[in-house]
């Protein structure tokens, strides 16, 4: 098959690999029409993120058809058209049964900190990823679902981890009636994080970014405040000036780990490669909050060894929620907005890109060319 290949940092490129194959009974093997390059993979691009080997298939997003499944799978059957929560997950330990899929104890060696996560290094188990003709497909009784027939299937694709996300990210922020809200970021999860806050009973959502033809979208399909940090001296300042100096109720860091580079890096942060970033945009979150308010945080960040604001965290008696999302568990609802016509996820995609030509589609992204905002790979016109 053919297969998105990692061979070191900025360069990728697309290989004839092994077919996989069922490894375990409860496993599927899912023909990929459709995978996405996600803002998190372009940490792995950049060789940021800790133990992310060459020869690894990155991509966390992706649906298709399956192909093959193990004797003891009961919910599959061949050719079901299915979307693949980004989440590896067993469904049965003590956190799966209280709905933490993406803190599964039982599918990563590394398990103390996150659960399994396709295609995102050996930090987080080691699995190969979906930017490939054909996946393998563990616990595929629990993760995959088959796709509504009324849903697009970039809709689901989007599904697997941007909109859940920037969704989780919304409620992880517990946002009450008329509430400001700030979210850091106008990539794809922060965009569906500032759409989704309007769900939450927002009264005010003001998105932050440096990138102009992104906060054009955030206006458009978020129907958000915008404002460009690079037209401000302290951004920080700006905000308090309009939020009654006080701050916001309540601020979503959908930035993470600076992938892009673009957010002001911390002098230390820049000297050192094994980490996921420095911890600006969170630290501006810390900063752009009211005391009392929330900061919720669902960004893709490896180790910091430059400085969070605890200290002041602590002094403004602010709550922090965070976590990777749990993806499964925000489906319900979301097919109930998608359904009932409150958006269309796939409105921010820009690029569709055939997956031998994949390289250019990874530079097209991290470079933040040609307007690109979400980049999908088709994989198969089928």
Not at 39 to 66: K, Q
Not at 165 to 182: K, M, P, S, W
Not at 236 to 247: A, C, Q, S
């Amino acid at each position: 098959m053919r297969a998105m290949v990692y061979r070191g940092p900025c360069k990728v490129r697309v290989e004839q690999r092994p077919l996989p194959r069922i490894e375990h009974p409860n496993d599927a093997i899912v023909r990929v029409t459709h995978a996405a390059i996600c803002g998190s993979d372009l940490h792995l691009y950049h060789g940021m993120m800790p133990d992310t080997r060459p020869g690894m298939t990155f991509g966390h997003e992706f649906i298709g058809v399956v192909e093959s499944v193990g004797g003891s799978v009961q919910n599959l059957k061949v050719g079901d058209r299915v979307m693949v929560p980004f989440n590896v997950y067993c469904g049965t330990c003590y956190f799966c049964a209280r709905g933490l899929y993406s803190n599964c104890h039982n599918v990563n060696p590394n398990a103390t900190a996150v659960g399994g996560i396709y295609g995102y290094s050996h930090t987080c188990g080691g699995y190969d990823g979906g930017q490939a003709e054909f996946v393998r497909v563990p616990f595929a009784d629990v993760g995959p679902s088959v796709i509504p027939d009324w849903m697009d299937p970039e809709d689901a694709l989007l599904l697997t981890d941007a909109l859940a996300t920037g969704y989780f990210g919304a409620q992880l922020a517990d946002i009450r009636q008329g509430e400001t809200v700030i979210v850091f970021g106008a990539g794809p999860v922060g965009l569906y994080a500032a759409r989704s806050s309007w769900f939450m009973g927002a009264g005010r959502v003001i998105v932050i970014d440096h990138l102009q033809y992104r906060l054009d979208k955030a206006e458009t399909f978020a129907h958000a405040e915008t404002y460009n940090f690079a037209d401000y001296d302290d951004i920080i300042v700006h905000l308090k000036n309009i939020t009654d100096n006080i701050g916001a109720d309540r601020v979503i860091d959908a930035v993470g780990a600076e992938a892009d580079g673009h957010f002001l890096q911390h002098v230390t942060a820049t000297k050192l490669k094994l980490q996921g970033g420095s911890p600006v945009a969170l630290n501006w979150a810390i900063d752009s909050v009211r005391k009392g308010g929330t900061v919720s945080v669902m960004g893709a960040y490896g180790p910091i060894f430059s400085a969070v604001k605890f200290g002041d965290a602590m002094n403004k008696g602010l709550t922090l929620n965070m976590n990777q999302c749990p993806v499964k568990r925000q489906w319900p609802r979301l097919f109930e907005h998608i359904r009932n016509g409150y958006f269309k996820p796939n409105d921010i995609v820009t690029h569709r890109i055939p997956l031998e030509h994949i390289a250019d589609g990874y530079h097209i992204f991290s470079s933040k060319l040609d307007g690109c905002i979400k980049p999908i790979i088709v994989t198969d016109a089928g």
